[in-house]
Every structure is written in C-alpha cells, then in structure tokens.
C-alpha cells in the first residue's frame, strides 16, 4: 500500500488550496480515509475523513471551511481547504484504515497506512 499526498505549498490567508492523495495497491472506496495534520512541536490532528459509505467528518476547527471527497476512478483522496488561516499550516498526511476498520479522527495511532506528508504554509 502507498499513499502519496501532493498539493501543499504556501497560501496567504483567506486563500484555497487542494491537496491529493494518491493510493497505490489500495481502493480508497472500500475503507476510511483520512486526513491529519501536525504543526511543529504539536502532536498529530485530525482533519477530516471520509467512510466506505460516503459519511465524512470533520475536526471542529475546519468545519465548513474544508471539504474532503474521493474520486474512485482514479483512487484519489482530495482536500479542499478554503478560507485558509495561519493556524491552519503544518504538514498534512493522507490515512488510510484496513478494510472493515471503523477508525475515527480522534485516535490518529489507530489509523494502519500513511502518506509522507506535504507541507501547507498560511500567511498572515
């Protein structure tokens, strides 16, 4: 399995930016999907997810500012983050669960697969 996450890079605030993942040996419709983030010195955050059926969640933080879908024909995970903060920058990992794993945002150690990371800077 290999996740591989692009998109990152730097944003003044209040602007977009979309990361990606792409899975590898992995169908991003058939487990959870997540994505977290960490910000130097702090411990890994859960951003947002999505479940085999489509259900998404969110960290209260980016409620109504992100959005993360799929695109199973080309077994894609996407984040799209609007409304950018400063707080809002730090690596961004994609996760990925074993199939038939009900994980959630909160328990990031729980999660099995994940991407290397790509970095989101907001200016202020």
């Known amino acids: 399995v290999q996740l591989v996450e692009s998109g990152g890079g730097s944003v003044q605030a209040g602007g977009s930016l979309r990361l990606s993942c792409a899975a590898s040996?992995?169908?991003?419709?058939?487990?959870?999907m997540g994505w977290f983030r960490q910000a130097p010195g702090k411990g890994r955050e859960g951003v947002a997810m999505?479940?085999?059926?489509?259900?998404?969640m969110y960290g209260d933080s980016v409620t109504g500012r992100f959005t993360i879908s799929r695109d199973n024909s080309v077994n894609t995970l996407y984040l799209q983050m609007n409304m950018l903060e400063p707080e809002d920058s730090g690596m961004y990992y994609c996760a990925g669960s074993l199939p038939g794993r009900l994980l959630l945002l909160q328990w990031p150690n729980t999660w099995n697969y994940w991407g290397q990371g790509t970095q989101v800077t907001v200016s202020s």
């Open positions: 040996g992995y169908t991003v419709d058939n487990v959870s």
């Open positions: 999505i479940r085999p059926n489509g259900r998404t």
